[in-house]
C-alpha cells in the first residue's frame, strides 16, 4: 500500500445528476417486521443527502442494507450506474461504501491506529507494519482536526468524542465514496460539531458523498443539500432541498400531521410551598465536577438544569441516585437522608433514573424488553419468592402500550429498538414501578438528555409523559443540552456553570437568550449543544 493520505479518493468526473448510489423499491422483512416497504434513495457524488425520519421509520435498517449487513428481499441497488449487491460488509466496503454507526464499532483495547486500519493493515509479505499504519493514522486525524489524538494510544482511554473522530478516520482509511454517518453529533460539543461540518465540506468538495442522519433539524440545514424521508418504512418524501424546506413540512412528512406545539401545556397551579419539598440537595460537592449545590423539587413539579458540556448536570444527577459519592452534603428524600453512593437506597426511597447513555447504563441490550422493563419491579411481580414470567410480560405490554411501543412486542430484544423506543423502555421501568407519586413507587425521576437520539414525534410523545408523570405527583429533575428543551418543559429552571448553579428562575422568566448568556459567560462560546429542533 501507499502512503497516500487516507480519504482522498478520486473525483468523479461524471455529470452531478447521474446518482452515484440509487436504490429503488427495497424490502427488508423480519419475523413479524416490515422494516423496509419499499424505499427509494439517490445520492449524488459530492452531496451530502440528510435522510430523516421517527424512530422505527427505517433508517437504521436502510444503513444495514447499504453496509452489507443485511440483505434486501427486495428491490434493486445500484451504484455508479451498475446493479450491485452487498452479501457482507467486506464487499460494501470495498465497493466504496464506509458507514460509522451511531454506537461506535470500536475495540477498546487496541490502539488509534490498529482501529483506524483494523481489517485492512498496512503489510509486506504478510507482516503488519505498525510504522506506516500509524504514520497515515496520524495523517487523517489531521485531516479531520484533531492532529493530537496520539496514533498509539488505546482507544478504550479516550473520551467519547475523540472516540467518535476515530470512528471517522477509520472510514476514512477505506477510500470511501460514500460515507453514511448515523447521528455523528450526538457525542460531540458544539465547538467540535463546527470542526465536523468543515471535514463534510472538505470531503464533498473532493466529489466524496455523504448520507447524513440527524434529528437536529437545525444542522440538516446547515450542512444539507438534499432531503429524503422515510416513514413506516416507505420513501415519504425524496429530494427536498435542505435549506428552503419549512421545519412544518418536514415534520409532517415525517409524523404524517403537522406538530405545532411540542410541549404540553403548564398546569396552572398555585406556587409549591418551600416545606413541601420532594427532594432537597444541600451543598452537594465533588471536587473536579460540582461544588456547594443546593437544590429542591417539589412533588408535581418539573425543575431543568441548563448549562455547558463539562457544568457538571450529568455528575450532580448521577449522584443524587447514588451512582457517584458526594464528598460533601446531603440528599434528602421527604426530609430523610438518603445513604450517599448507593442507587439501591436510592431507588428505595424512590428515585428513579434514565441516564444520558441508555444503552450502556440502563438496557440489558441481549434481554427482551419485558425483562428491562420489569427490572425495577421484580419484587412486586414475582409469587412465592419467584419470577412471573407471564405477569412480567403482561404488566410492560400495559405501560409500554401507554407509551406507544414500536414494534408492540415485549419479547424482542431491547436491543433491535430504535433509540427512541429504548428510551421508552427506560421510562416504562420507572412507570411500572409506579409512577402515581404513591410512597412505594417511583416518586422522583432524573432525567438525563432524555430525548438524546428521538425524533420529533417521539418527543413529544416523551413530553406528554414527563408532565403526566408530574400531574400525577411525581418529581422531575432534568438535564438537557437543548436549551429550549428545558424552557419548554420544565417549571422551574437551574443554571450551572464551571459546577457551580448560577442562577434559578421560573421557566416563565427566561428565554434562550437569556440561558445563553447566562451559561457563555466567560466560556468563549465553547461546548454547548444549543440547537432547538423546532425553532
Sequence with gaps: ??????GSAPVRSADETTPLLRLTGVVKTFPGVRALDGVDLEVVAGEVH????QNGAGKSTLIKVLAGVHRPDAGA????????AFPSPQASMRTGIATIYQELDL???LTVAENVFLGHEPRTAGFVHRGPGQRRTRSILAQLGHPEIPPGRLVGSLPAAAKQIVSMGRALSHQARLLVMDEPSAVLAHDEVANLFRVIRGLTARGIAVVYISHRLE???EIGDRVTVLKDGRTSAANLPAATTSTRELVGHMTGRAIEYVFPPRPQRPPVAAASALLEVSALSRPGEFSDISLTVHAGEIVGIAGLVG?????????VYGARRAHTGTVRIDGHAVRAGSVRAAVRAGVGMAPEERKSQALLLSEPVYRNVTLAAFGRLARAGFTDAARERAEAARVTGELRLVPPDVRRPVRTLSGGNQQKVVLA???LRGGTGRRSGTRLLLLDEPTRGVDVGARAELYGVIRRLADDGVGVLLVSSEVPEVLGLADRVLVMREG?????AAASELDEHAVLDLVMAGSLLSGAQVEGDLS
Design 1 to 6: 500500500m501507499s502512503d497516500a493520505p487516507a
Design 500 to 504: 457551580r448553579v448560577i442562577h434559578e
Design 311 to 319: 457544568s457538571g448536570r450529568s455528575e450532580l444527577l448521577e449522584t
Design 50 to 53: 440528510c435522510l430523516l425520519g
Design 107 to 109: 475495540v477498546d483495547d
Design 429 to 431: 421501568r420507572w412507570l
Design 219 to 221: 444542522e440538516i440545514r
Design 77 to 84: 441497488i445500484v451504484w455508479d450506474g451498475q446493479p450491485v
